[in-house]
Each structure stands twice: as C-alpha cells, then as structure tokens.
C-alpha cells in the first residue's frame, strides 16, 4: 500500500471482517529427496461498508495456509471512498500483467465482475459496479491491480480539502 496518497489505514480491532478466499495453488519445491509439496492462499477480507485488505499466507497443509492469509489481510487493511453503494469515478489499475478497470454503475446493476475482481468488490461493500479484467487472470496479479485501481480512487470532499477549497466550488468550477 506504500506510494500512494490519501490511504487511509484501518486498525482491524472493532471490526467485522469477513473473508474470501480467492484461491489456492499447490505449490512444489524439489529437493534431492523428492518433490515437497507446499500451499499458497491468497484472501481478501473486508467490513463491506469501504474497508478492505488482502493477504498471503503458505504452509505445508492448506488450513494453516489460509489462517495465515487471513492474519497477513487483517495488517494490510485500507479505507476506499464509496458513494451510493457505488465508486466515485472510474479507474485503471495495473500490476505485473494484468490490467483492471472499474466504472461505477447506476442502482440495481450489481457487481457486474469476475473472479478475483469480484471478491475484491463485494469486499469493499460496492453493489453496482461495472468491470473488465485484461491481460493476465492470475488471481494474485488481478487482486493487486484491483487494489491499485481502489487505492487511486478519490471522493470530491477528499479533493476539496487537498485543493484548499469549499465543495461547491469542486463541482461548480
């Protein structure tokens, strides 16, 4: 979450998180005895009213693995602006290969998204939200592009104090 502006951390103590596991990967060492199997979970956990926090945890058996993923989620807990049920104005968001781009959407649409995307959404508490998912579908790189994207949002009360102006002003010019 470090390089960008206007993050608001969140403490998880007081809170009712919710987890989503996103996904599951068996991974393998090999070693001069034979393979050593292993496993890596990715979670995404959330209040659903605009906090949310992703993790990773790996382990020799997948239980523990997705304990740890849920601890490493509760550190990286952050606040995104959401208005109406919805976000503030569309966004990009990028990391390694895969590209996410999110719009808001008016009442009554849903969370009109896939996959890793889609646990990131209903997370954060956002009901009308449209998105699409290019480039890579690795589950990791989509969930970090999704939060880069959510990380870069801004609301208009967020902008009018950064530009030292009333909020009339912001929408009137």
């Not at 949310?52 to 490493?72: M, P, R």
């Not at 990028?94 to 996959?115: C, D, E, H, L, R």
């Amino acid at each position: 979450m470090q390089g960008y502006k206007n993050v608001e951390r969140v403490k998880p103590s007081g809170l009712e998180l919710v987890d989503r596991l996103v996904g599951v990967q068996r991974v393998t060492k090999v070693t001069k005895g034979g393979r050593a199997f292993g496993f890596s979970a990715i979670v995404v956990v959330g209040d659903g009213n605009g906090v949310v926090g992703h993790g990773l945890g790996k382990s020799k058996d997948v239980s523990s693995a997705i304990a740890k993923a849920i601890e490493d989620a509760k550190k990286n807990l952050v606040r995104i602006p959401i208005i109406g049920g919805t976000l503030p104005h569309e966004q990009k968001g990028k990391f390694g290969g895969a590209n996410v781009f999110i719009k808001p959407a008016s009442p009554g649409t849903g969370v009109i998204a896939g996959g890793a995307v889609r646990a990131v959404l209903e997370s954060v508490g956002v009901h009308d939200v449209l998105s699409k998912s290019q480039g890579s579908s690795n589950p990791h790189n989509a969930v970090k592009a999704t939060f880069n994207a959510l990380l870069q949002l801004r609301n208009a009360v967020s902008i009018a104090k950064q530009r030292g102006i009333s909020l009339e002003k912001v929408f009137n010019g």
